[in-house]
């Protein structure tokens, strides 16, 4: 595994718009309170016949610890956002039990909204800066059941300059931060999503899954898969290995 830590400058806002932007290091003074070591087609991750630890990557630039409470305990994390919906299901597994499922898992994630803009800070993106301090949407904590699943309703994520399409997840047990990752999205998947009504405004995001700074080294254990549904939507299925 390979820990990819990017500093964000003290006190500066990160621009997400026509300036090319990388992936940082959250400048937040709070920290976890405990630590650790229109297609149809879908993308398998290739983690689901492996049992080893995923990779660790940054946390940042994003992470908001200081709203990690009962606000966001919930299994619907759109807060009223539009953009197609996406049915997140997350497994959890534990490498030093035979990969077996992990019921009573803390799942922690989050996303930006289908413009590119994250909840909780000031972003400057294409639609110009929106200040999101107050709000907390596409972002959620969920609790794995006894099948060691965790599930989540949101939108499609958007993107970033300098970032591909991706989701952050934390993993805790017992309140001991043992994992965290991010989650890539297929990229024909992207190219379809992008091209609908909803996010066409914002265009194609030029950063690929093979050119993205942090998920190109990755891609085996982190992309997940992702599919068309009925309803109009999608759905994606992704499983994390932890150690406990």
């Known amino acids: ?134 709000k907390t949407f596409c972002r959620g904590i969920a609790t794995t059941d006894a099948n060691g699943i965790a599930k989540f309703t949101t939108i499609y994520p958007g993107w970033y300059q300098g970032r591909v399409t991706h989701v952050h997840a934390q993993i805790y047990v017992n309140n001991v931060l043992k994992l965290t990752t991010q989650i890539a999205f297929p990229e024909d998947i992207n190219t379809a999503v992008y091209n609908t009504d909803l996010y066409k405004a914002h265009g194609q995001n030029s950063t690929k899954n093979t050119t993205d700074s942090i998920i190109k080294d990755s891609l085996s254990n982190e992309l997940a898969s992702v599919t068309a549904n009925a309803s109009g939507g ?7 290995f932890i150690a406990v």
């Open 1 to 134: 595994m390979k820990r990819k830590d990017f500093l964000l400058k003290a006190g500066a806002s990160v621009l997400m718009g026509p300036v090319a932007m990388v992936a940082c290091k959250s400048d937040e003074t709070l920290s976890p309170s405990s630590s650790s070591s229109s297609s149809s087609s879908s993308s398998s991750s290739s983690s689901s016949s492996t049992c080893k630890v995923g990779d660790t990557e940054t946390d940042g630039p994003y992470p908001l610890y200081n709203k990690r409470d009962a606000s966001i305990t919930h299994a619907d994390i759109t807060e009223g956002k539009t953009g197609l919906p996406l049915n997140m299901v997350i497994a959890v597994k534990n490498v030093s039990a035979n990969c077996a499922l992990l019921p009573n898992a803390r799942v922690d994630v989050w996303h930006c909204d289908k413009d590119g803009y994250y909840s909780g800070y000031t972003n400057t993106g294409y639609l110009g800066t929106q200040d999101n301090t107050a």
């Open 234 to 240: 999608y759905d994606l299925n992704h499983t994390i």
